[in-house]
């Protein structure tokens, strides 16, 4: 393509979002077209009901317009009677707010409003750009940070008594918690250690050395490439412009892709044992499985591949079955991955002006009552070194609680959702949190 018509493309594109815009805060629907990059645009009647049928009773799909420039589907449970508390749930990656369906009913039975959006990049939640070459700042962790708000302000709270954010939307709900604390109560961390904001440097015009700077992505992945066999760091493998379509594109297909991807993290894969390892370097990170620390001339897809479990194996999963893949296929077939994964590009790692934004808040900790809860079997807690410890002494001021879940890899809240729910109503009746709007 040469520079004129690139130009060109990219106008054409900017202008339809202006259009596609300015049409949904008239309350239309444009149909989707795949035709033409931009804005994800999906007239919603002509979809299937989400998750068919695998969503409890008593749980509804919904969408919410003018939230922070987007249409937010959400799932809700607890929504019947008014005035009660309210429990925002944010999904990590590749999930949904379907990852929620099976914590939601208890969480509701217990009193609560339940809210489990799709977030933005993911799912029915529209008024996103899918292009790879999209403004990357509406994906930034303040920008994340008021969606999360808004959906709670357009729902008519003020506050609401726990964040939830597991896996790629921990960082999301441990910024709403740091920055908002009137607005988020407390918090539940999962699956991700919260390190808190980066550092800034301090007392240097006395003659204090400035803060070491942790080792970057990039420079992590040079060190692991020099490794036998030589290995990536997924983190940046998800930046890149070939992640969405060799996942999109699995030779094995999407739906044993999200069953081999699903099945490798999680404690039905015996090879799962996790451990505080020493520091951040490539020795010590090359410890952990492939779905993190990646062979280096393999996608995600050649990855998992290996690890697809067994017809025996699958028949035996009762937290995933068949037709809940299907959903995760579904739905990723039809949005891909590439929003999903910008957060990849600016809320982790070493963007520069995503770590300005987020030193604006340096020296400061999340002081409202504080939660973690991973599986006992999940290498996400310790990938990366020290972050444990970090949330746990100056990330969390008021960390009431850090449970391993027996019996739960990286999906926990899916692995064992009975003791998942047990912990987080017992921790939001210890800390009080029955507010009523």
């Not at 939830?164 to 918090?187: E, K, M, N, Y």
């Not at 002081?367 to 410890?389: C, I, L, N, R």
């Not at 064992?416 to 009746?429: A, D, G, N, T």
Request: with cysteine; charged share 20%.
């Amino acid at each position: 393509m040469s520079d004129q018509s690139a130009t060109t493309s990219t106008l054409s594109r900017r202008a339809f979002l202006a259009t596609a815009s300015a049409v949904a805060m008239g309350g239309m629907t444009l149909a989707q077209d795949r035709t033409q990059p931009g804005s994800v645009r999906t007239e919603t009647a002509s979809l299937p009901p989400y998750g068919d049928a695998t969503i409890p009773p008593g749980i509804r799909s919904r969408r919410v317009a003018n939230v922070n420039g987007l249409t937010v589907h959400m799932l809700e449970a607890g929504y019947e009677t008014p005035g009660r508390p309210a429990v925002l749930l944010l999904h990590g990656f590749p999930e949904l707010a379907y990852s929620w369906r099976k914590v939601m009913l208890p969480l509701a039975s217990a009193g609560y409003h339940v809210i489990a959006p799709d977030q933005r990049g993911y799912g029915r939640t529209t008024g996103w750009d899918d292009t790879y070459d999209a403004d990357p700042d509406p994906f930034r962790i303040l920008n994340m940070v008021r969606d999360a708000m808004a959906l709670v302000y357009a729902l008519g709270y003020r506050s609401v008594a726990m964040v939830v954010g597991h896996d790629a939307g921990a960082p999301v709900a441990s910024w709403s918690a740091l920055i908002r604390p009137d607005v988020f109560r407390s918090i539940t961390i999962m699956s991700s250690p919260f390190e808190g904001p980066p550092a800034m440097p301090f007392d240097t015009a006395n003659g204090a050395a400035p803060p070491r700077p942790a080792p970057t992505d990039e420079e992590l992945d040079a060190e692991l490439a020099k490794l036998n066999p030589p290995r990536k760091y997924y983190q940046n493998y998800q930046r890149t412009r070939g992640a969405n379509d060799n996942m999109l594109h699995a030779p094995q297909g999407l739906h044993a892709f999200f069953r081999a991807y699903y099945h490798y993290k999680s404690a039905d894969w015996k090879g799962n044992n996790p451990h505080p390892l020493k520091a951040r370097i490539a020795e010590e990170m090359a410890k952990i499985p492939t779905y993190y620390v990646m062979e280096k001339d393999k996608g995600m897809a050649e990855t998992v591949a290996p690890f697809m479990p067994s017809p025996a194996e699958i028949a035996a999963c009762k937290w995933l079955t068949d037709a809940e893949v299907d959903v995760y296929a579904s739905e990723f077939g039809r949005t891909q991955f590439t929003g999903a994964l910008q957060g990849y590009r600016v809320r982790r790692g070493s963007d520069p002006k995503s770590l300005a934004e987020m030193r604006t808040f340096s020296g400061r900790a999340i002081d409202v009552p504080s939660m973690f809860v991973g599986g006992k079997s999940d290498w996400g807690t310790y990938q990366t070194p020290g972050a444990v410890d970090r949330m746990r002494t100056t990330a969390c001021a008021r960390m009431v609680g850090f449970h391993l879940v027996e019996g739960a890899g990286h999906w926990v809240q899916q692995e064992q959702p009975e003791q998942v729910s047990k912990l987080l109503i017992q921790f939001l009746r210890e800390q009080g949190r029955t507010i009523r709007q």
